[in-house]
């Protein structure tokens, strides 16, 4: 077995969370040592019986679908030592251990500024998160978004019709595209651009893997613009994400009548910085 394939099956590890994959690296090394470890080394861990009895037993057969999917063209796989692995997110709590991806990766260490808002958008938000981010990337950012409907997909598209550098971050594996209505958008951005997943390639569509995934949105940029965000929204767990990483967050305002802006002015109160032109950002975030 090469390195790649002990992450790879470690990745696979039933129930093992991200801070917890960190916490068995940093205490044995790499996940080669993890799985060649003896019952005692592994012992002092208190690991649960499940995952003691899954590091006893890999699923080499998976691995191995894994292997197969990232021999094909565009697809790579970063690991947390890799040197490709993107600074800006090994730098957060919760790092996600291995990224898989498709397209260009070296994009995923670029300037970047993520835009998200709710699936629900109006016509006006849709044009208003295009706007934004065809000016953005025209100014030299990588527009991050989850490529949902709604302003996450018109970001992307904003994009495209720009430089085409645009990172779309994925809550399942990237052999499936979701939701399906997008399967050309992810074609165009794999030309240009990238997806990327914490998730193996096969893992289901899940509520809970959404949520996961934004704080990678976040975790890759500077800072993360909200367009139309109401008050319960997956939006929002991204902002508190970049909140609690330590990033700028921005928010553009609506009429105090519409629910679809509720999150955004809540934002706002507390201590975004309202948007309502493209200088409002850029004035905000590192010139480097």
Not at 134 to 149: E, P, R, V, W, Y
Not at 210 to 239: H, Q, V, W, Y
């Amino acid at each position: 077995m090469n390195d790649e394939e002990y992450w790879l099956a470690l990745a696979r590890a039933p129930r093992l969370k991200p801070i917890n994959f960190l916490h068995l690296l940093n205490h044995f090394g790499s996940p080669r040592a993890i799985f060649e470890a003896s019952s005692a080394e592994r012992q002092v861990l208190k690991l649960s019986p499940y995952l003691t009895n899954y590091l006893q037993n890999p699923n080499w057969y998976l691995v191995e679908k894994d292997i197969q999917w990232l021999t094909q063209q565009s697809h790579h796989l970063l690991t947390l030592y890799d040197p490709n692995y993107p600074q800006i997110l090994r730098e957060i709590y919760d790092p996600p251990p291995l990224l898989f991806v498709k397209g260009d990766y070296s994009l995923l260490s670029s300037r970047q500024l993520a835009i998200v808002g709710t699936r629900r958008s109006t016509n006006e938000g849709k044009q208003i998160a295009w706007e934004f981010a065809n000016a953005l990337s025209h100014q030299g950012f990588s527009i991050t978004s989850g490529m949902a409907l709604g302003i996450d997909g018109a970001s992307h598209w904003g994009a495209l019709a720009a430089t085409g550098k645009t990172i779309a971050v994925l809550g399942q594996g990237l052999d499936k595209i979701y939701p399906p209505q997008h399967q050309m958008l992810a074609k165009k951005i794999v030309q240009t651009g990238v997806l990327v997943s914490e998730f193996t390639p096969d893992t289901p569509i899940k509520r809970e893997h959404f949520l996961r995934r934004n704080r990678i949105i976040s975790g890759l940029s500077l800072g993360t613009l909200l367009i139309e965000t109401p008050e319960r929204s997956g939006a929002l767990s991204t902002a508190r994400c970049a909140i609690e990483q330590g990033r700028e967050v921005f928010a553009v305002p609506g009429s105090i009548q519409n629910p679809l802006t509720k999150g955004c002015h809540q934002l706002i109160k507390d201590g975004a910085k309202l948007v309502e032109k493209l200088e409002d950002i850029i004035e905000e975030l590192p010139s480097y």
